[in-house]
Every structure is written in structure tokens, then in C-alpha cells.
């Protein structure tokens, strides 16, 4: 009798146990859910003008979501924008595109560009979509000029005794192929098509920067420059961070003065709430949400990837 009556008391203990488990992880996953709902609705509800921070780093690409982020400003109350840059460029393309969106942007707010550790090529076409660009005396800034790049494993296969054979509707067709060696004719093709983006770069740095054709020509040879020479070459206008480019906003473009900074773009879906994804998903999981939880972890903002084509990017190789 005495074993049974143990087990029964033990058995009801477990079953206490396991009921104050699941209350702790509701409420858990309650206040999770009542804290990621406070955030949005002050979020949206908050009214107020602001200082918007849209930031660009990594290789340039022409991601959807920060191109989006960039279009809602323009119906936002923000009544100015930071371009918080730190980048080596990327795509012409993708930073056409971010150009694009940026000069459309300015009609509306005004726009001052911070450069970080970089803004090289492709993130320099971004930096002149601004109204004023501020840097660091170490930034880096310029490298105008486009690439395309292609290995060529044609002397390879050779060697092994593989041929790669194509029957193509004309010569310059998917050439170069990098399997095949490249022709004359190809080659030249691609030199013209890199001529053209870097007439067109050059162009627009010319007219961005009031530019003569001899201030062009001293920075037009793909080189980099630290902030101090960019801006004596008229590539940036003065040496600061964002404390520097808003006191600027505020004196020249009539902006308010201890605007709050916002960034219009975070990094993730949860975080943007100010909710690590990490304490959502594991409040989620606690009671059983597996799946949810699984999706919480993964819900990040289209980033893009790079893509091939023209690249107007810096880089240092390490050979």
C-alpha cells in the first residue's frame, strides 16, 4: 500500500510539475506576443516627424526590400533622409537602380550621404544620388570604373583532353564562355559594352560632382581616394559623420532641430519590433509551435544576392 500511495503522489507532483511548465511557457509566449504587438502598433501609430537612416552595406545588388524602403519615404512624415553608406559597390546595374530611386527620393527630402570605411563604385553612384556627401578623412571613397570578369579554363581542358563543343546561331553568341578560347572579336564586344557603363559613370559623377572634363580626368582612372583627397577632387564636400550631416540638414535645409533617427530599413522582421527572433521563436517552441518558431528564425528582409554582369566594385585581391 505504501509503494502504491508513493506512486500516486509522485505521479500527481509530475503532473504539477509539468502544469507549471506550461503556464510559465504560455505566459512566455503571451508576453512575447503582447510585446512584438505593443511595438507595431507604436510603430505604425506614432506620428511625428523624423530623420530617416536608410543604410547600404555589402555588395550592391539592387535588393528589392531596401529599394521599397527607399520608394515608402517618400510618403512617410520622415523630413529627412541619412544615406548611411559602407560598401565596395557591385552591380552597375544594381546600383543604377539605387541611384535611381535615391535622386527620385531627393525631389521630396532632402538626402545627405555618410560614408563609413567605404563607398567605392557602384556604392559612389549611390553616394551621388545624395545632396551632400560627408566622409571620414580615412574613408574610401571613388574607383570609377566598370568590370566584367571571367575565368577561362580552356588551356585546362586542353590539357585533360576535354573539348567543349556549342552550335550556336553566331559567333558572338554567349561569348565569352570562358571554356572555349576567347576570340578577337568577342573580346572586343565586351570592351565596347564596358565602355559604354563607364562613358555613362563618368557622365553622371560629371554632372553629379560640377565637374570640368581635367577635375574628371584626375579621378576618373579607377583609383581609390582617402576622404581628405576626395574632397580637395570635389569627390565629397566635407569631412564628418551623421552628427556633422544633420547639423548640416538642419542649418541648410530647414530640417527641425533633435529630430529622432530611424532606420528605415532593419535588418529583420522580429528586430524591426525590437523582439530578438531568438526569445520569439523560443517562446513559440516552448508551447509546441514548432513550425512557427522555425519561421520566426528565418524571417529576414530580402537582402539579394549579387548578381553577374557589369560590376562596378573595389576590391583588394590576396595573392
Known amino acids: 500500500m505504501s509503494s502504491i500511495a508513493d506512486t500516486l503522489a509522485e505521479s500527481r507532483l509530475l503532473r504539477r510539475r509539468a502544469g507549471t511548465w506550461r503556464i510559465i511557457a504560455f505566459v512566455a509566449a503571451a508576453v512575447a506576443i503582447v510585446a512584438v504587438g505593443a511595438r507595431i502598433s507604436s510603430e505604425f501609430l506614432r506620428g511625428g516627424a523624423y530623420i530617416a537612416r536608410v543604410r547600404v552595406s555589402g555588395v550592391i545588388s ?16 520622415a523630413s529627412a533622409v541619412l544615406l548611411d553608406l559602407d560598401s565596395p559597390g557591385g552591380t552597375t546595374a544594381g546600383s543604377e537602380e539605387l541611384y535611381l530611386a535615391l535622386r527620385e527620393l531627393a525631389q521630396k527630402k532632402p538626402i545627405a550621404a555618410v560614408v563609413g570605411t567605404m563607398a567605392a563604385s557602384g556604392a559612389y553612384i549611390a553616394a551621388i544620388g545624395a545632396d551632400r556627401i560627408f566622409v571620414r578623412g580615412n574613408s574610401i571613397v571613388g574607383s570609377i570604373g566598370v568590370i566584367v570578369e571571367f575565368p577561362n579554363f580552356a588551356g585546362l581542358l586542353d590539357k585533360v583532353g576535354v573539348q567543349f563543343e556549342e552550335i550556336k546561331s553566331s559567333p558572338l553568341k554567349a561569348a565569352p564562355n570562358g571554356l572555349t578560347p576567347t576570340s578577337p572579336e568577342a573580346r572586343a564586344a565586351m570592351a565596347d559594352l564596358v565602355a559604354d557603363s563607364y562613358a555613362w559613370f563618368k557622365d553622371l559623377v560629371k554632372t553629379r560632382r560640377a565637374m570640368s572634363d581635367d577635375e574628371l580626368a584626375k579621378i576618373d582612372d579607377g583609383r581609390v581616394f582617402s576622404g581628405r583627397q576626395g ?13 556633422e550631416a544633420i547639423d548640416w540638414l538642419v542649418k541648410e535645409k530647414g530640417v527641425a532641430k533633435d529630430l529622432p533617427v530611424r532606420d528605415a530599413q532593419p535588418p529583420g522582421a522580429f528586430e524591426r519590433f525590437g523582439l530578438g527572433s531568438s526569445l520569439a521563436a523560443a517562446a513559440l517552441n516552448a508551447v509546441g509551435w514548432r513550425r512557427a518558431a522555425e519561421f520566426v528564425k528565418e524571417a529576414e528582409l530580402d537582402g539579394g544576392d549579387a548578381q553577374s554582369g557589369l560590376m562596378s566594385i573595389w576590391r583588394v585581391d590576396a595573392r
Open 231 to 243: 574632397i580637395g577632387l570635389k569627390l565629397a564636400d566635407a569631412i564628418g559623420g551623421e552628427a
Open 62 to 77: 539592387g535588393q528589392e526590400a531596401q529599394l521599397k524602403a527607399i520608394r515608402d519615404l517618400a510618403k512617410s512624415p
